[in-house]
């Protein structure tokens, strides 16, 4: 268990607009550079990549040197998770205006965006409802499983779950399929590497394709198609 100390620190560390804008605009799982996020955050890239030096040495950045440039992303998946939580938290305490409005007001995060490395929105919440609804998955409040009809349907589609619960090391091991809370939808998309291996492979099959500079994802025609033929999704996530 974290001591107090780091706690408040840690606490302390997010309590900052910038820094809390620049978290934000990494939540896509993008690496960015000071610049992109000083942008992001309305600062000087100077007084970014103050901030930036100060997230990193409390182990909530990782920091990437590629020829000249300096990419930062978030950590972890657990830094992912509670920077969403933290989002949820904040959206329900901010004091109601004319109507209640969970989530994102964006349209278009509403209806399908990345949540750090896995799918969200109502599209993240239609395909797990219909996972679990034909018996592929199964989900609790802390973890999932997926069942035999559920190893045969991914293997179906691309993704080897035996191959995918591998990756990653001994020192962080990440579980292989969880529920997290969807912001907007108050309801559960799935996490974990399988969440990451279903977007991944959404992206790279053209099912859905990013919006430049922003979490939201477009789901194409052909994903259309694809999440409602290979995993039984209604059509009603893009409304």
């Not at 910038?18 to 978290?23: C, D, P, S, T, Y």
């Not at 990193?56 to 990419?71: D, N």
């Not at 969403?84 to 209640?100: F, G």
């Not at 499983?145 to 001994?170: C, K, N, R």
Request: hydrophobic share 45%; glycine share 8%; net charge positive.
């Amino acid at each position: 268990m974290p001591s107090t100390a780091k706690l408040a620190s840690v606490a302390a560390l997010l309590g900052d607009p910038a820094r809390a804008a620049m978290l934000q605009a990494m939540m896509d799982g993008r690496a960015l550079t000071a610049t992109e996020l000083a942008g992001a955050a309305g600062i000087t890239p100077q007084t970014a990549s103050s901030h930036l030096a100060r997230l990193t040495g409390a182990g909530l950045l990782a920091m990437e040197k590629q020829g000249r440039h300096r990419y930062h992303r978030l950590a972890t998946p657990a830094m992912a998770r509670l920077l969403e939580s933290l989002m949820h938290v904040a959206a329900e305490t901010e004091p109601p205006r004319r109507a209640v409005v969970t989530g994102p007001r964006d349209v278009a995060l509403r209806a399908a965006r990345t949540c750090y490395d896995h799918l969200a929105g109502r599209l993240g919440v239609a395909i797990a409802d219909a996972l679990v609804a034909a018996g592929h998955i199964e989900l609790d409040s802390e973890a999932g499983i997926v069942t035999p009809s559920g190893l045969a349907l991914f293997e179906h589609i691309g993704i080897d779950v035996a191959h995918v619960a591998t990756i990653g090391d001994e020192k962080r091991r990440r579980i292989l399929c969880r529920p997290c809370l969807d912001w907007s939808e108050r309801r559960p998309h799935i996490a974990g590497k399988l969440g990451a291996a279903l977007c991944r492979l959404s992206i790279d099959r053209g099912w859905v394709r990013r919006v430049e500079g922003s979490r939201a994802l477009v789901i194409t025609p052909k994903g259309q198609r694809a999440f409602r033929e290979t995993l039984g999704v209604q059509p009603d996530y893009s409304n």
